[in-house]
């Protein structure tokens, strides 16, 4: 079985999304960009499958279009809020952190034409269902943690295994970790270093031999571990009047990784307070704040 690879560029980085040929049409994972909807014209019609890794904007983008000339998307209902509705999607990912870093213009407007439009899946999948389609048998590995809703699918066949965002490492494209259930998220990473597969597909990466996996998700936990244990050491020290927490949080994380923020970092920490909690303080700090 061939794996095609689709990129979509945007802001300087990019987002992959593939197309697998079975027997009985076109198995798509993942839409990209709404700018790169020429890519998968050829795909968009009753005999092909569109399987979702999770709802983020940048992976979504041809969602809609595909599904209204036929194409069934599959997706887990832990996400279901992303694809629906785009202005709290904004807020939930970036909006909200508007006075928490320097948020680009070209975020907001890359955000807007590149989402496609608002719209609902209409097969859930669930945890270790395995999917029959044609001459392929792709499972349903449930790994919660970058989003609710996050999977990697399985191609039995091949061992070929596409991960969306869920094995983030270090970070992609030299920035932080993005996720919204610290918990969730290392149990999925302890769940995939058990996994034997020929080949990782991601979103943000090049494509990688299996024997990597177990290694990429064990980055995934000790930086997991090192954030959360920045994060406290900020609150230990913390004076302030709560209101700026987050925003000062995040700076003082990345100033220590060494790295810029951005909004996927904005989440990261805002999860390790939320998860931290009780302390008036950071109830101030979060107050604000809309859950991711
Ligand atoms: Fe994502």
Same mark, same amino acid.
């Given at each position: ?9 945007? *802001? ?7 197309? !697998? ?6 198995? !798509? ?9 020429? $890519? ?5 019609? @009753?005999?092909?499958?569109? *399987?979702?890794? @999770? ?5 979504? &983008? ?26 709290? @999607?904004?807020?939930? !990912? ?56 996050? =999977?990697?699918?399985? =191609? ?6 596409? +991960? ?5 490492? #270090? ?11 610290? !918990? ?8 995939? +270093?058990?996994?034997? =597969? ?14 990597? *996996? ?7 936990? $000790?930086?997991? #571990? ?19 927490? *987050? ?14 923020? &951005?909004?996927?970092?904005?989440? +990261? ?9 009780? $302390? ?13």
């Amino acid at each position: 079985m061939e794996v095609e690879l689709l990129r979509y560029p945007y *802001l300087g980085i990019y987002v992959n999304s593939f197309r !697998l040929h079975s027997a009985s049409g076109d198995v !798509l994972i993942d839409s990209g960009l709404a700018s790169g909807r020429s $890519a998968l014209e050829c795909s968009a019609n @009753h005999d092909s499958v569109l *399987l979702s890794t @999770h709802g983020h904007w940048d992976h979504i &983008g041809n969602h809609g279009y595909l599904q209204k000339r036929g194409v069934c998307v599959y997706a887990h209902p832990g996400d279901l809020r992303y694809y629906s509705d785009h202005t709290w @999607h904004w807020e939930a !990912l970036f909006g909200q952190f508007s006075e928490d870093f320097d948020l680009p213009a070209a975020r907001r407007t890359t955000f807007v034409s590149e989402i496609g439009e608002e719209m609902t899946p209409e097969c859930a999948i669930a945890d270790g269902e395995v999917l029959s389609l044609g001459d392929l048998s792709i499972q349903v590995i449930a790994t919660p943690g970058h989003s609710a809703g996050s =999977v990697c699918y399985l =191609v039995r066949e091949t061992g070929d295994l596409f +991960t969306g965002d869920s094995l983030m490492g #270090e970070g992609f494209f030299g920035g932080l970790p993005q996720y919204a259930d610290s !918990l969730a998220y290392r149990d999925s990473m302890e769940k995939l +270093t058990r996994l034997s =597969v020929e080949k990782v597909y991601c979103d943000h990466n090049e494509p990688m031999p299996g024997s990597e *996996l177990r290694k990429k998700a064990e980055q995934g936990i $000790a930086c997991c #571990e090192r954030l959360e244990r920045r994060v406290r050491e900020f609150v230990a020290g913390y004076r302030g009047p709560g209101e700026r927490m *987050l925003g000062e949080a995040v700076a003082a994380v990345c100033r220590a990784e060494g790295k810029k923020p &951005g909004g996927g970092i904005c989440v +990261t920490v805002l999860t390790h307070l939320r998860e931290m909690g009780e $302390a008036d303080e950071i109830r101030l700090a979060l107050e604000k704040h809309i859950p991711v």
